[in-house]
């Protein structure tokens, strides 16, 4: 069976032990070759290996992101790899401050800003033309938290608002250039980092980990949460040529959690 992206490039920026793991080798399954960007190399040459077990190529830089120079390094080494790139997907991820917006730091605040948004747009700047070349597809991973205001949730939803604002207006300078720029929403994502997580607050509140993710998944129309496969899945389709009247636009993977 043919790949979903068969015989493309994919750059995926902040690949992690979660999400951006899980992501890569669903690209992989789905006919792609890779650039891994991350700031640990040590994780990314894991991950490296794991692709080429696939049968498939994977190329990792280490990268940070809020750095010129960096960027311009990952995109030079992609380049001189595969000699194109067809689709950039932006998973850099830094961890909510967890503070009402009174006693978040406005440096917290402007780190977040920092890696979610100018990070993300420093390297759609590096990518643009090899993108244009390509008439290739952009998708930026955001959050649900977008789509309620919790308490606690100030810094972080200041920062992926800013995201899905500059995903839009992308979308709109990028048209012309045959070039696609979607978002992907989830809330939680169920796999081996959440449960760790789960398996934190069970020990802390003195109940299980299955009682935690029932009350959390309990407002889904689901009655679960998605999987980091399934989130992956989203983002392939968004990639594809699936997906190539397609742009502008805002997938939300919650299961029902929210309704956008």
Same mark, same amino acid.
């Given at each position: 069976?043919?790949?979903?992206?068969?015989?493309?490039?994919?750059?995926?920026?902040?690949?992690?032990?979660?999400?951006?793991?899980?992501?890569?080798?669903?690209?992989?399954?789905?006919?792609?070759?890779?650039?891994?960007?991350?700031?640990?190399? /040590?994780?990314?040459?894991?991950?490296?290996?794991?692709?080429?077990?696939? =049968?498939?190529?994977?190329?990792?830089?280490? !990268?940070?992101? !809020? /750095? /010129?120079?960096?960027?311009?390094?990952?995109?030079?080494?992609?380049?001189?790899?595969?000699?194109?790139?067809?689709?950039?997907?932006?998973?850099?991820?830094?961890?909510?401050?967890?503070?009402?917006?009174?006693?978040? !730091?406005?440096?917290?605040?402007?780190?977040?800003?920092?890696?979610?948004?100018?990070?993300?747009?420093?390297?759609?700047?590096?990518?643009?033309?090899?993108?244009? +070349?390509?008439?290739?597809?952009?998708?930026?991973?955001?959050?649900?938290?977008?789509?309620?205001?919790?308490?606690?949730?100030?810094?972080?939803?200041?920062?992926?608002?800013?995201?899905?604002?500059?995903? +839009?207006?992308?979308?709109?300078?990028? =048209?012309?250039?045959?070039?696609?720029?979607?978002?992907?929403?989830?809330?939680?994502?169920?796999?081996?980092?959440?449960?760790?997580?789960?398996?934190?607050?069970?020990?802390?509140? =003195?109940? !299980?980990?299955?009682?935690?993710?029932?009350?959390?998944?309990?407002?889904?129309?689901?009655?679960?949460?998605?999987?980091?496969?399934?989130?992956?899945?989203?983002?392939?389709?968004?990639?594809?040529?699936?997906?190539?009247?397609?742009? =502008?636009?805002?997938?939300?993977?919650?299961?029902?959690?929210?309704?956008?």
């Amino acid at each position: 069976m043919t790949g979903m992206l068969d015989g493309k490039v994919v750059v995926i920026s902040g690949v992690g032990p979660a999400l951006g793991t899980t992501l890569a080798r669903r690209c992989a399954r789905d006919g792609a070759d890779l650039v891994l960007a991350a700031r640990t190399a /040590d994780r990314l040459d894991d991950v490296a290996k794991q692709i080429a077990e696939t =049968g498939r190529r994977a190329v990792p830089v280490a !990268t940070d992101i !809020t /750095d /010129d120079d960096q960027v311009k390094n990952l995109v030079d080494s992609a380049l001189a790899a595969y000699g194109k790139v067809d689709v950039l997907i932006n998973n850099a991820f830094r961890v909510p401050s967890m503070k009402p917006l009174a006693g978040t !730091t406005f440096q917290h605040i402007r780190d977040a800003i920092e890696l979610t948004v100018l990070g993300a747009l420093r390297v759609i700047q590096g990518f643009t033309p090899a993108l244009a +070349q390509a008439k290739g597809a952009i998708v930026n991973v955001n959050s649900m938290v977008i789509r309620h205001s919790q308490p606690k949730y100030g810094a972080y939803k200041m920062a992926k608002s800013a995201l899905l604002a500059m995903s +839009q207006s992308l979308a709109s300078e990028l =048209g012309e250039q045959g070039i696609r720029v979607n978002s992907v929403a989830p809330g939680y994502i169920w796999g081996e980092t959440l449960k760790r997580y789960f398996e934190h607050q069970a020990g802390k509140y =003195g109940t !299980t980990v299955e009682q935690i993710y029932t009350a959390t998944a309990a407002n889904s129309d689901l009655k679960r949460l998605p999987t980091e496969d399934e989130v992956s899945a989203a983002i392939v389709f968004l990639a594809s040529d699936l997906a190539s009247g397609i742009t =502008g636009q805002t997938l939300d993977v919650n299961c029902g959690e929210y309704k956008a």
